[in-house]
């Protein structure tokens, strides 16, 4: 979360992205670090014991969200963090079909 508030900070688009698991945390420390909209996806959790095929296709899923969140900048997305700066600020959960996972 610190590398995507620097980035924001800097004016390059960013996303954080991350499995299911870690959705509280992320909405904790972006809170903590003043940046509490910023854009974010969430593929299927766990991700240590998948293959490179299930990675390529929760990567595949998650894409399209990736995408969107970086180029949006319609005006009911954006909001204005912390120090002025521009954050976009959807949360994505990308559910995978194969995925028996809750996220």
């Given at each position: 979360m610190h590398d995507i508030v620097d980035l924001e900070g800097r004016g390059v688009p960013a996303?954080?992205?991350?499995?299911?698991?870690?959705?509280?945390?992320?909405?904790?420390?972006?809170?903590s670090l003043g940046f509490p909209t910023v854009a974010r996806v969430f593929t299927p959790h766990p991700i240590q014991d998948r293959t490179d095929e299930e990675m390529?296709?929760?990567?595949?899923?998650?894409?399209?969200?990736?995408?969107?969140?970086?180029?949006?900048?319609?005006a009911s997305a954006i909001d204005?963090?912390?120090?002025?700066?521009?954050h976009l600020g959807p949360t994505t959960v990308v559910q995978h079909s194969d995925?028996?996972?809750e996220v």
């Open positions: 996303v954080f992205v991350a499995s299911a698991q870690f959705v509280d945390a992320a909405e904790a420390q972006s809170e390529e296709s929760y990567a595949d899923a998650a894409f399209d969200e990736i995408v969107a969140a970086i180029t949006t900048s319609t204005r963090g912390a120090h002025g700066r521009t995925s028996t996972d």
